[in-house]
């Protein structure tokens, strides 16, 4: 397995068995408990008791991936660190410690990355771990437990399968996965949840199929999971809750398999919790007064755990409860290990008013831009206590109030703790659009491409501003009508729809439709053969155009009529003529027998026809237009979605 760092192998002590339907054996790993057994794997530490990962016993090559420590990381999973480190810079998005003798591994976030997350590798371990339905004999529920100290109330799990992808280790959407979770909970917290309903209500709950005798939404959670991308911040959050500087969450494990094993599961550290008869705080913390908002601050503390038998411990960490978020005197903070718990107070002081440090980088937001969810760049408040004292804040500290944001001038109301000051910004929606003349030349039985369109688009703001369509970014759908039956310059309208975020807009350009040279006649499969009075067989004829570069366009029976008369034996000339460019080409056919004997000269009589369709033939007589099916494609008047 590979943890953040380092190349991990994991002993079959991480692997058990629980039973299954019909005698199947469903895989149980608690792999990520970390522990003396497990950590040992990845991790050692060095000459000042530090815990840092273990050097890969390979040889660097080009496709393996430096990354901290000294240590490399396989080239197979290297584009999962990406969630980790910068991939240009190789700056950290998210570090790790071990603390608690190795028993709970420390995530902190170093940046606002979207996706700070931290990858392990399964399929190292030599067994084959099947995900799915756990009534069908696969793993499917997952116990995590973390104590969450961030704002964060959403942590998010992806994966890599042989069932996605083919095994080439990169996460697909359709396998993240979030689980709800409590923010600013510095207790201990168990989530148990099965991985298929959560991946199916994470992302496409609405559009899998329901397993009709379960009643289960299909999901992604399936085949041999190769690898697991722990997201401590959630995935792809951009509404200011996810990850930020310093945001951190300690993990006591994190464990797969069946439902009774999930429920069931302890870790040695929560063994040794329930043990634990009383705490002490030993030492004070040195920090006794607090601002409205503050995080507590545990420096100098310590605490002694002791155990029933006796035995005493001072404890490298602890869970804490406080609310920091109203003015008092003697505010309550509850420190628990197990069930035992002491308390102390201290003060926090009052907010006296709060103002905009730092405007947001621009008052001005695209309809698109903010989806469903606003946080302005840069905006950051300065905060000014009840004794004077002032601290600057930055977005994901304060909350932003409004109504639904609609076009035109909106007022955001910043709220911290209670104290509120506000600013307004304008939301612009794209109102109309403009198409610059097509510059690639069509031709019959060509088609013309979204993509065709899209780069020619303007989108015109309701604020008179303009961006091409590439740089709105709105995801927009194309209507198109053209007709590309004419040479010459022809008319194209075009609808575009993005209705996620209102914008229906039309508008009208030109494209150039290129008349062919010539029209050909391929008989090589065609009836060349035929008796008098015999109609023409259309089966094996390809009539096409033929362009001035020298390629063809079969053309469809609408384009075209044949032209023959079978009334006399002989060697008879049967002629193709297209409808709109009036371009025709000839051929012979052999026609046998007698002619039958007329005192009149049979009249020219035409029909349209296809394949076995009926002729009118005078007496004695068969002369015919009719149309012909070939074996291609050309479009005449087009409206495309």
Same mark, same amino acid.
């Given at each position: ?21 019909? =005698? ?25 008791? *530090? ?20 240590? !490399? ?19 950290? @998005? ?18 606002? #990355? ?19 339905? +756990? ?25 890599? %399968? ?9 996460? %697909? =959407? ?26 199916? $209500?994470? *992302? ?9 005798? /379960? ?28 990850? @930020? ?56 503390? +310590? ?26 005197? %003697? ?7 197990? &069930?035992?718990?002491?308390? !102390? ?56 109030? @409004? ?6 001038? =909106? ?17 612009? *929606? ?30 015109? !703001? ?26 010459? +310059? ?39 053969? !035929? ?5 023409? #067989? ?36 049967? /002629? ?9 080409? #000839? ?22 026809? &296809? ?9 004695? $007589? ?20």
């Amino acid at each position: 397995m590979v943890l953040g760092v380092a190349s991990l192998g994991i002993s079959a002590a991480s692997i058990t068995y629980a039973a299954g339907p019909n =005698n199947s054996k469903i895989t149980c790993v608690d792999f990520l408990d970390f522990s003396e057994a497990n950590n040992k794997e990845w991790v050692e530490k060095d000459a000042d008791g *530090n815990w840092v990962a273990k050097s890969v016993s390979m040889t660097p090559s080009a496709p393996d991936t430096l990354v901290a420590n000294s240590a !490399y990381v396989p080239s197979k999973q290297k584009n999962l660190m990406k969630f980790m480190k910068d991939g240009s810079t190789g700056a950290d @998005h998210l570090t790790w410690t071990l603390t608690d003798n190795g028993e709970i591994l420390k995530l902190k976030a170093v940046d606002s #990355s979207k996706t700070p997350g931290i990858p392990f590798c399964l399929d190292d371990m030599g067994v084959d771990i099947t995900a799915g339905q +756990e009534l069908k004999g696969r793993m499917e529920y997952c116990k995590i437990r973390i104590r969450n100290y961030s704002s964060a109330d959403q942590l998010s799990l992806a994966f890599t %399968s042989s069932n996605i992808g083919g095994g080439g280790r990169v996460i %697909s =959407n359709v396998s993240i996965t979030n689980v709800d979770v409590d923010a600013a909970s510095p207790e201990w917290k168990t989530y148990t949840f099965s991985m298929i309903e959560q991946n199916s $209500a994470t *992302n496409y709950g609405s559009s899998l199929k329901v397993d009709e005798k /379960t009643g289960i939404a299909g999901s992604r959670w399936a085949g041999n999971i190769m690898d697991v991308v722990f997201f401590p911040f959630g995935y792809n959050v951009t509404d200011g809750t996810g990850a @930020h500087e310093g945001a951190e969450m300690d993990i006591d494990y994190i464990v797969f398999g069946t439902k009774e094993y999930c429920e069931n599961y302890k870790s040695a550290l929560e063994n040794k919790e329930s043990l634990v008869s009383k705490i002490e705080i030993t030492k004070p913390a040195t920090k006794t007064t607090y601002y409205v908002g503050e995080g507590l601050d545990t420096t100098g503390m +310590e605490v002694t755990a002791t155990f029933e038998d006796g035995s005493k411990e001072v404890l490298e960490s602890y869970n804490v409860v406080y609310n920091f978020n109203e003015e008092t005197d %003697s505010s309550e903070v509850t420190v628990s290990y197990g &069930s035992a718990s002491q308390k !102390y107070n201290v003060k926090v002081i009052g907010i006296k008013e709060i103002a905009i440090e730092t405007p947001a980088k621009t008052t001005t937001y695209e309809r698109a831009s903010i989806g469903s969810v606003f946080a302005p760049e840069g905006l950051s408040i300065k905060v000014t206590y009840n004794d004077g004292t002032t601290a600057v804040k930055a977005l994901g500290s304060f909350k932003l109030e @409004h109504d639904a944001l609609k076009v035109g001038d =909106n007022v955001i109301t910043i709220n911290f703790f209670g104290a509120k000051t506000n600013f307004t910004i304008n939301v612009i *929606n794209v109102v109309s659009i403009k198409i610059d003349a097509l510059d690639k030349t069509y031709r019959y039985g060509g088609e013309i491409s979204d993509k065709d369109i899209s780069d020619k688009i303007t989108c015109v !703001y309701s604020d008179g501003s303009e961006k091409s369509y590439a740089d709105a970014k709105i995801n927009a759908t194309f209507e198109k009508e053209y007709d590309l039956t004419k040479a010459g +310059e022809i008319e194209v309208k075009v609808k575009l729809t993005a209705s996620a975020y209102d914008i229906d807009c039309s508008a009208t350009t030109t494209a150039k439709v290129e008349a062919p040279a010539s029209v050909e006649a391929d008989t090589s499969l065609a009836k060349l053969e !035929y008796n008098v009075d015999d109609r023409f #067989s259309t089966e094996g004829l390809i009539v096409s155009y033929v362009y001035a570069d020298g390629k063809k366009v079969i053309l469809e029976a609408d384009y075209y009529t044949v032209k023959y008369d079978f009334s006399e034996p002989g060697e008879q000339k049967v /002629t193709v003529t297209d409808k709109y460019a009036g371009l025709s080409a #000839s051929f012979m056919a052999t026609v046998k027998g007698t002619a039958k004997p007329t005192t009149t000269k049979p009249a020219t009589t035409t029909a349209a026809s &296809s394949g076995g369709c009926k002729s009118v033939i005078g007496a004695g $007589a068969a002369i015919a237009i009719v149309s012909v099916i070939g074996a291609g494609v050309v479009l005449g008047k087009k409206k495309e979605n």
